[in-house]
């Protein structure tokens, strides 16, 4: 089964926030077979942890294990500030209380555009959910999202593609293939 991984995390100019920027990324990936439901996963890898401007890192971080060029996949980077935020969603406590409804509302959404209406286009979606995901996902906690969520590039195996995340300050290019 093929793999979508971020493979390398390019800080091209840190978040206006003091200090390295800890990084990570909010995916909800729309299913269109099977259970043709939304997942929100948090894709995240510890050498993320302390960005500086410049900086590049090459570690795999995995974003769907079951990858299909056939779903649906919308990214925001975020940069973490410290205290309760969505990286801590392990942890007993509001956080985790939050992640239920806004995977129950992203797929909500999902339904009503990527499943519901038919004949929409990846782009066409992505228009619908993006200030959805925004919204949720820019509340979380203390972080800041690094610009808007974004339709994540779907490369084919053996490829690479790019896309840049630029918000608060800061712009990142990440690169994603397929394993």
């Not at 992640?99 to 209406?117: D, I, K, R, S, Y």
Request: aromatic fraction near 6%; charge should be negative.
């Amino acid at each position: 089964m093929a793999t979508l991984k971020v493979d390398k995390l390019k800080c091209i100019e840190a978040t206006s926030g003091p200090g390295p920027d800890r990084i990570y990324m909010v995916v909800v990936i729309g299913r269109r077979s099977g259970s043709k439901k939304a997942e929100l996963k948090i894709v995240h890898h510890s050498e993320w942890d302390s960005m500086s401007t410049g900086e590049t890192r090459n570690e795999d971080a995995t974003v769907d294990a079951a990858y299909s060029p056939n779903d649906f996949y919308l990214g925001a980077l975020v940069e973490r500030d410290g205290g309760q935020d969505v990286l801590q969603l392990d942890v007993p406590g509001p956080l985790k209380q939050w992640l239920e409804p806004v995977a129950f509302h992203m797929n909500e959404v999902w339904q009503t555009w990527g499943v519901n209406v038919q004949g929409l286009t990846d782009d066409q979606i992505a228009a619908k959910l993006v200030h959805t995901m925004n919204s949720l996902v820019g509340g979380a906690g203390d972080d800041d999202l690094v610009g808007s969520a974004r339709l994540l590039p779907k490369p084919k195996a053996g490829q690479t593609s790019t896309t840049t995340f630029s918000g608060d300050g800061g712009k990142y290019e990440a690169s994603f293939r397929v394993n």
